[in-house]
Every structure is written in C-alpha cells, then in structure tokens.
C-alpha cells in the first residue's frame, strides 16, 4: 500500500472522548467498500480502536506534514450502520452538548456494534517452537492446541503473567503467532425449552401422594408433553416427581431450541380486548389539523395540550396508521419504562409484529436484534424511552412525543442531552411533524404553543363526557398523632372506596420507610459515606441504603458519634405508608411499585395487572404511577405529601409540582364512576396549590410565564451549568474560582461586542458531594442561544490550557432541569 494521490481518505470518528475527528487512508483493497455510516478498526497510538466512517474524500485534508498518515485496518460493515441524517444529528449534538462526537455517536449505538474487537492470535508456523522454552512455548502451546486463542481467554488461563501483551506482541513480531480482531456475536441465542412426556404410568402410586397424582393427571392429557414451567407453576414439588419418574423410566426428557422473542411480552401489561373506538369531535378536529401536516413535506411542530382521560392515545394510534398507509416510519417517544408497559399492549393489538420496543429493561442481545430489524425496516413504529430517540428507522415520517414535559427525557450524566430537544431537531433535518402530547407541557412548549411558533391542538374534554376529579385538600398542619401520614379525612375515604368495591391510589414521591435515623442525645443523623446525603431507612430490607451512589449498611445499634441507642426514624417513604394501611385495611390487597418493588419491566406489568384485574384494590407508588395509566376502576387519589418538589432548590419547582399533582390527579374517574382526589399539604394557600385545585394549567402557565420574564428565567433566557468535580475537595474550590474568574473575564471581552451573558457562581453544587467526588458549580445565563455557543465554546478552549482546571473535572449541562 502506496500513499499516492490515488488514495481515498476517510474522516472517522473514533469511539472515544477524543475532541476532534481523525483522517486515515483508505486501503486500495477496502475503497469499494468503504462508506459513510460504516465501522472500521483503525490504529490509534499502540491499540486499534473501533470509529465510524463521516466523509470519504479523494482531496487529502489539511495534516501538519510531521504527521505520518495512518492506514484504516479493517473494515466492519458491508453496508452503512448509522444514516447520513443520524450523523448529521449527531453532529449537531455534539456541537450543542459540549460532547465528543465519537462518543455521542457510541450512545446511539447498541453495545454490540460499539464494543471494541477482541484479538484473536492464530498460530503461524511450528517451525522452532520446539526450540523455545519458558513463557513463550507455553503461549505457542495454548495457541495451538486451540487453533486460536482471544486475548481475554489468555488472560484468564495465564492471570499471573503482567506482561502478557509484550509477549504477544513479540511472538507475532518473530512470525510464530497473526493477529486478527474478531467482534462478539451479539445475536439472542435460542431459548431452550425443556418439555416431558409420559412413557408409561408407574406401577405403585403411594395414595397420599396428590402432588403425584397431580402430575401424572397433568401429563396423560398432553400427548405431545409439557414444559416444565407450566408444570412448576401446576404441581407443588414437581422437580422431586419428575426426576424420580424419569429414574423408573416412566417419562423422557425433550430439549429442544427455539428463536428468542425479539420483544419481551411480559413487560406488556393485560388489557381488556376492545371494540373500535368512535372518536370524540375534539379527537376528530385534532386529525384534521395534524394529518395534512404529514403529508406536507414540511417540518411542523405540534403541541397536543389534552387534558388527562382526553384519548391522546388514540390520537397517536391513528397517526402512526397513516404514516404506515404511506409507507412511513413512526417514533413514539416515551419517559420511562413504567409508562411503556401499557402503550406497548395498545400499539401491539394495533401494529403486532411492525412494532418494535426500545429500553434498558431488555436484555442486550434482544436490544441489538431489535435494533436490526428497525435498520432493515421490518419494524416500523418505534415505541421507546429516551435512547430510542436515535433508532435508525426506514423512511420516518412522524415523530410523537408523549408526557413531553418530562424530566426523565433529560439525562443527567454524561451526555446531557434532553431527547425532546433532540426529537425537535431530528424532524426538523428530515422535513417531517413532530407532535408533542401532554396534559401538563413544560412552559417552553406551552409558550411555542400559545406565540405560534408551533401549531397548537386542544383536547379540553374527557372522553365520552366524563368528568374531572372533585378535589379536595386536607391542611396536615391541623393533624396529629396517628393521622399525621395518612390523614382522618383521607382514611376515611380509603375504607369508603374499598368498601364500595372500587379502587385507590396513594402517591408518595419519596421510597423507603424513613427518610432518616437519628441520634436523640447528641443529634447525629447517619450520612453516606460518599455523598452528602442522610441515608434511608428501608425497615424490610433491615438496611440504610443512599438512593444517589447505592452504598448499604447494616442498621446500627447505637450512634457513631456519641454510642446513645437506639436511632429514631424520621420522615416516611412509601415503605412507611404501606405499613400505615395494613393497620387501617388489614384485609385489603395492595401493591406497592417504587424502585425497591421493581427492578424489571415485567415485574410492572405483573404489578399494574394486579389492579386492572382487581385483584388489588389499593396502588401504592412513586412517580412511574403518576402518569399515563389509565385503571377504570380507581375512584380515589391519595396525595400523601403534595409539597415533596415544591421545596427544592429550583426556579422550576413550582411548575414540577403542578404538573406533577395534576398528572396523578388525573388517574381518578377514568371509568364510569367519577373520582375524587385528596391533597394533604402543609400549605395549602401556596399558589401552586390553589392551580391543581382548579385544574386550570393554562391559566398557571401564564401565571409563571410572567414571573419567568420578570426575573429573566428561561423560556426567555437560556442557561447552561458548569460541573466541577475532584476527589480533593480544596483542588475542586479552586478549579471552580477558576473557572468562575475565566468565565467573568471573557464576559468582559463580550459586552464590548454588545453581547451579553452574566455569570453566576461559583457555590458549592446542592448535593455537594457524590459518590466521592466533590462538586461545586456555576451557571451561565444569556438572552440567545448563539452567544450560549460561542461563549461557553471560549471558556471551555481556555480552561484546557489552565493547569489548576486540568486537576479536576470538568462538564457542561445544557438547558438544566436538575440543580443537584
């Protein structure tokens, strides 16, 4: 291979936290083949690392001429696995992010394409290995017996030898040994199904045995056998049977593989078959304004303001049927998995197989599966959390947004990237409508709405004319003893509902059974070790557990500081409330889903179906059950504690609270009956209380909107935060004064280009420690997003050049929804 002015030149982003793209020649052998959106293993210093292809060009880019042009090793893909759009969008990301493009691009990837390639060595010639000794006979050896060998497995069978890469690297060096990288099949393996069937009957059946008796009834009606789950949930004790059948040669074992779903049925929660639902004339005049967009070729922003219980839903399902009638793609975006499980059961009845679903609850090989079929176009509705934002789908035509004041569309660590906005700017690249749905939008949506910037569809009535919850408000201030968590005007309505036969919710935005313990002689409260938080006293787990870094502990029999026992619990979680219910409603099923209840998408399926059969009468829950489900026989909402949000440290604080309280006042009444909805607060005069008693969001959006101009808040202004973190707390104070002084000086130089961005900080971040890294802050403020761009651009050029920036850490947050 020459480097003559024959040679394509490739631009690729590298999966790693470089800051810049790097150039390569392309191969003589590879140029053919080598497109924009493929893999390729390229050399970067001493190790080969995996990039993406951006741009091939015949034009050599602009190298300093002491650098010594590097060739692409191989090439990964036949066929492009990332679109040019995505690329672009990523592009983009990245510049408005403050975030490696190479990493940016590894996150809208399935780990399965990003992983790097392991080597694999293959043996060369047995020519004088039998003249060597030590080390380098035993590898050959190994090599060779295996016909190859992955460096990982070498490192597991020689794990004393340090140096195991400079032997390899030798052996290959003196031609005994190739290497060649090899990348792990990331397909599901089949599933193994284990059945059994029934030779013969044995000859002496003990009379007692029903379990016995029971299976053998269960086997002679399956002539073509039975799995073993069905038989483990049929027949108690059924191993012990079967193993000692199958001894006597009364039943054979049949193994056999078959493909692994692709998505996870269970995680669907069981809804009820329904008939073809007859629109209402405010779901009707909604598709008659969004359908004409979809067909325009143009980008159209919507906002779908509906109130909870309106049939938003079915407004989706219709769209998603038109975009496929014109061989269109459709994304639906949702917040979190909770909310997936019931959407799913409603887009599978309407789409079954065209339908793919995207979150972390799915095993990794079934994420990579599904993400193929979504780039090969066999699945073409999308319904997926945050990362689906970045599916590679075929020809998409509308882009749904559901809940999307959510902050969980935010992700806070990281790439900070907010999949709303990213949702926005992908359909605008590709010329199509973007709907965004939600009872309670974010004020920046409902400003776009209301200015005209984007085109705004109401859904201001219940389906089938039902109405809104009655609310009610409890003042806890005048409660006491055993009423102070659930209140006698709430208890009351508790055994009223459940002995009407009807359901309930109660929603507590806070897990655990006690917020904290603490010492009653000398006043210690038990921290986390790593963060600067009180852990959580979880009574069934018999622990204290810190909700941030996950750090566990034993529940201490006296103080640390002064040894006085015992320790007193203070505050409650959800632990605590479903405890309080036992002792009022011993006899009443509940169900509690907090993150202590659920760590699996099929544990809230199982969960939620509980009470949409009514199995349970009393949903117990943090905020996955605040929004989105829809349970006909709920009557009653309980807010146990409405003033949880409405204390942080947040300009937003108030527009959270109210979005979240009437989000979950709206699972009440959904069925024939109406609901009714308890707020128990402390202040019950708070402005934010008085707009979800009301049930008025509009008129509090405007409310806040004024206040928001008033003290040049976003959506008037855009912010951005500057994370410091160290493990040395006083280097992390002088990164972050620093920085601050840097930020102000370059403040200086742009007012002198009448360009203004004011500087606040530096303090100490509100969690001022996280799993041991200290944290202090600042933020920036400016009147457009452009002077946002090339300012924090400038700042972020010179703190790379700053020796005491270089001791810490540094990371941007734009458009901050949490001041942690």
């Not at 045995?209 to 949930?233: A, C, I, P, V």
């Not at 191993?239 to 049925?265: A, F, H, Q, S």
């Not at 026992?565 to 006899?587: D, M």
């Not at 912010?719 to 200086?748: F, I, P």
């Amino acid at each position: 291979m020459s480097e003559d002015a024959s040679l394509l030149w490739a631009e690729v982003a590298v999966f790693s936290a470089l800051e810049k793209t790097l150039h390569y020649l392309v191969p003589e052998e590879l140029a053919p083949l080598t497109a924009v959106g493929a893999r390729v293993l390229v050399p970067l210093g001493r190790r080969q690392s995996t990039g993406l292809v951006l741009h091939v060009s015949s034009d050599p880019p602009p190298i300093p001429k002491d650098v010594k042009a590097r060739f692409i090793h191989s090439l990964l893909d036949p066929s492009p696995v990332v679109p040019r759009e995505l690329i672009e969008l990523c592009r983009w990301i990245s510049s408005y992010y403050f975030y490696p493009l190479g990493e940016v691009l590894q996150a809208s990837l399935p780990s399965g394409l990003t992983n790097p390639p392991e080597p694999f060595f293959r043996l060369l010639s047995s020519h004088h290995v039998h003249g060597l000794s030590g080390v380098s006979r035993e590898l050959l050896d190994s090599i060779g017996r295996k016909r190859g060998a992955g460096f990982k497995a070498l490192q597991r069978q020689f794990p004393s030898l340090k140096n195991l890469r400079t032997h390899l690297n030798r052996l290959e060096a003196e031609g005994f040994i190739e290497r060649v990288h090899v990348h792990e099949d990331s397909l599901p393996a089949p599933k193994i199904l284990k059945s059994v069937r029934l030779l013969r009957r044995p000859e002496n059946i003990p009379s007692r045995s029903k379990n016995l008796l029971q299976l053998l009834e269960f086997l002679e009606g399956q002539e073509g056998g039975s799995l073993m789950s069905d038989l483990r949930r049929s027949v108690s004790n059924a191993d012990y049977w079967i193993r000692k059948l199958k001894d006597e040669g009364c039943l054979e074992m049949v193994t056999r593989e078959v493909p692994r779903e692709t998505c996870e049925t269970d995680c669907a929660q069981a809804l009820c078959q329904e008939k073809d639902l007859e629109l209402t004339g405010e779901q009707a005049e909604a598709l008659n304004l969004l359908l004409p967009a979809m067909d325009s070729g143009e980008f159209k922003p919507f906002v779908l303001f509906g109130v909870t219980g309106s049939g938003k839903t079915e407004v989706y399902l219709r769209l998603a049927e038109h975009a496929l009638k014109a061989g269109r793609s459709v994304l639906l975006l949702v917040p979190e998995i909770a909310l997936s499980t019931q959407l799913e059961a409603l887009f599978q009845k309407r789409f079954g197989a065209r339908l793919a679903v995207w979150h972390s609850g799915l095993p990794s090989s079934t994420r990579y599966h599904m993400w193929q079929e979504i780039h090969q176009g066999k699945r073409r509705v999308v319904l997926g959390v945050r990362s689906a934002v970045f599916m590679p789908l075929k020809n998409p035509g509308l882009i749904i947004v559901d809940e999307e004041h959510d902050s969980a569309y935010k992700q806070e660590d990281r790439l900070r990237y907010n999949a709303r906005d990213v949702a926005l700017m992908r359909a605008s690249s590709l010329k199509i409508p973007i709907v965004l749905g939600s009872a309670t939008p974010s004020l920046q949506t409902f400003l776009h709405g209301t200015s005209g910037n984007y085109g705004a569809v109401q859904l201001r009535e219940r389906v089938l004319e039902r109405p809104l919850p009655r609310m009610e408000t409890v003042d806890m201030r005048r409660e006491r003893g055993r009423h102070r968590i659930l209140s006698h005007h709430l208890q009351k309505a508790l055994v009223e509902t459940v002995e009407a036969g009807e359901q309930a919710l109660l929603f507590l935005n806070r897990r655990g059974f006690a917020t904290f313990l603490l010492c009653n002689a000398c006043g210690n409260v038990v921290q986390c070790s790593g963060c600067s938080v009180s852990m959580t006293y979880h009574q069934q787990a018999a622990r204290l557990l810190c909700h941030y870094c996950g750090e566990k502990r034993p529940l201490p029999e006296k103080c640390s500081q002064c040894g006085a026992a015992p320790l007193l619990p203070f505050g409650f979680g959800t632990e605590r409330v479903e405890e309080e219910l036992r002792q009022i409603l011993p006899h009443t099923a509940t169900v509690r889903m907090d993150r202590d209840t659920v760590t699996h998408p099929g544990q809230i399926a199982r969960l939620l179906n509980r009470m949409r059969s009514q199995e349970a009468q009393i949903l117990i829950g943090t905020q996955m059950v605040a929004k989105g489900h829809d349970f006909p026989h709920i009557t009653l909402v309980g807010v146990v504690n409405a003033d949880t949000s409405l204390q942080l440290a947040d300009f937003r604080a108030g527009e959270t609270t109210v979005q979240l309280l009437i989000q979950v006042a709206g699972r009440a009444g959904r069925g024939t009956k109406p609901g009714r909805v308890i707020l128990q607060t402390y202040n019950p005069a708070h402005y934010t209380m008085e707009a979800v008693r009301s049930m008025d969001y509009g008129s509090f959006c405007h409310t806040e909107l004024e206040s928001r101009q008033r003290l040049q808040y976003p959506p008037y202004t855009r912010l951005l935060k500057l994370l410091v973190t160290s493990h040395k707390e006083k280097a992390t104070e002088e990164g972050a004064y620093r920085l601050a002084a840097l930020c102000r000086e370059m403040a200086h130089r742009f007012r002198g280009e009448n360009r203004h961005v004011a500087v606040l900080g530096p303090s100490p971040a509100p969690l001022a420690k996280l799993k041991n890294r200290y944290r202090w802050h600042i933020f920036l403020k400016a009147w457009t997003s452009r002077d946002l761009q090339t300012f924090t651009q400038a700042v972020l050029e010179e703190s790379g050049r700053d020796p005491v920036l270089r001791r810490v850490q540094l990371s941007t947050d734009r458009d901050p929804l949490v001041s942690l």
